[in-house]
């Protein structure tokens, strides 16, 4: 199975960039994560780091995939950041958001898991998905049927080193992945500025996972002075086999917003 990558990761306006973006890809297995530190607390930097190198280290990628391995691979990594608030007083009240693929080379497999409000989305067969459901406070009241309208959407209610240490991230159900299937993997500072529309919309114009990640940031930039201070934004684009065959949609009204057309 063919797999292509590209990512990005962005300041932004901030003093620093927190978040974290790696990836191992094995013969038979492969892992690719992104995270984002928590902001408010200080050390959010670190548990993103800390999170990234303990999942990445732990993960085996000449084995098939396991999905109670997969929950070993995340719990390890909230320990190990439990363990970094317990030595630093300073850094007591750390976390970091997760969001990880996992896909099996040979048996075309995949499944992922997810803390926080990094988020994963699937690009099959024409239509993007959004697969993951975000841990905050905006998510459980719009679930609840509430309105949202002046709540902070950066408030959650989970991701690793927050809330209860017995709590767990959220995973997926193994499933089966077809050539020609795109993966995004992204920070809440990416999703803010991109809609699904565009994501699937910038999809139909591209022919490399980098071509795609590059308008996305086009737009996020093009609509910056209406959104006040940008957050750090990072993404990860994992590419199956040739989703370029699938995604070549090109229409004129869509290429407006991301180049200006001339008469």
């Given at each position: 199975?063919?797999?292509?990558?590209?990512?990005?990761?962005?300041?932004?306006?901030?003093?620093s960039n927190q978040?974290?973006?790696?990836?191992?890809?094995?013969?038979?297995?492969?892992?690719?994560?992104?995270?984002?530190?928590?902001?408010?607390?200080?050390?959010?930097?670190?548990?993103?780091?800390?999170?990234?190198?303990?999942?990445?280290?732990?993960?085996?990628?000449?084995?098939?995939?396991?999905?109670?391995?997969?929950?070993n691979y995340v719990?390890?990594?909230?320990?190990?950041?439990?363990?970094?608030?317990?030595?630093?007083?300073?850094?007591?009240?750390?976390?970091?958001?997760?969001?990880?693929?996992?896909?099996?080379?040979?048996?075309?497999?995949?499944?992922?898991?997810?803390?926080?409000?990094?988020?994963?989305?699937?690009?099959?067969?024409?239509?993007?998905?959004?697969?993951?459901?975000?841990?905050?406070?905006?998510?459980?009241?719009?679930?609840?049927?509430?309105?949202?309208?002046?709540?902070?959407?950066?408030?959650?209610?989970?991701?690793?080193?927050?809330?209860?240490?017995?709590?767990?991230?959220?995973?997926?159900?193994?499933?089966?992945?077809?050539?020609?299937?795109?993966?995004?993997?992204?920070?809440?500072?990416?999703?803010?500025?991109?809609?699904?529309?565009?994501?699937?919309?910038?999809?139909?114009?591209?022919?490399?996972?980098?071509?795609?990640?590059?308008?996305?940031?086009?737009?996020?930039?093009?609509?910056?002075?209406?959104?006040?201070?940008?957050?750090?934004?990072?993404?990860?684009?994992?590419?199956?086999?040739?989703?370029?065959?699938?995604?070549?949609?090109?229409?004129?009204?869509?290429?407006?917003?991301?180049?200006?057309?001339?008469?």
């Amino acid at each position: 199975m063919n797999i292509t990558i590209a990512s990005t990761s962005n300041q932004g306006d901030r003093a620093s960039n927190q978040d974290q973006i790696g990836d191992v890809i094995g013969k038979r297995s492969a892992c690719f994560v992104v995270c984002d530190g928590v902001a408010g607390f200080p050390g959010g930097d670190i548990a993103a780091s800390i999170a990234r190198s303990s999942l990445l280290q732990a993960f085996d990628g000449d084995a098939h995939l396991n999905a109670q391995s997969i929950r070993n691979y995340v719990n390890q990594a909230n320990h190990a950041i439990r363990q970094q608030q317990k030595a630093s007083s300073e850094h007591s009240r750390m976390g970091t958001t997760l969001v990880s693929l996992f896909i099996d080379r040979d048996y075309h497999l995949a499944c992922w898991a997810h803390a926080g409000d990094s988020r994963l989305y699937l690009f099959r067969r024409g239509y993007l998905y959004l697969v993951t459901t975000d841990h905050s406070l905006v998510q459980q009241m719009k679930d609840a049927g509430h309105r949202t309208e002046g709540i902070n959407s950066n408030l959650l209610y989970f991701a690793l080193g927050m809330g209860d240490e017995q709590r767990d991230a959220s995973y997926s159900e193994v499933v089966g992945i077809e050539d020609g299937d795109a993966f995004l993997l992204c920070t809440d500072g990416f999703w803010h500025g991109v809609t699904l529309e565009q994501m699937q919309q910038s999809l139909h114009m591209v022919n490399t996972p980098e071509e795609w990640l590059t308008l996305m940031q086009q737009i996020i930039r093009n609509d910056q002075p209406d959104q006040g201070q940008q957050d750090n934004f990072s993404a990860l684009a994992v590419w199956i086999g040739s989703p370029q065959d699938t995604t070549l949609l090109h229409s004129l009204s869509e290429a407006a917003q991301f180049f200006p057309l001339r008469d």
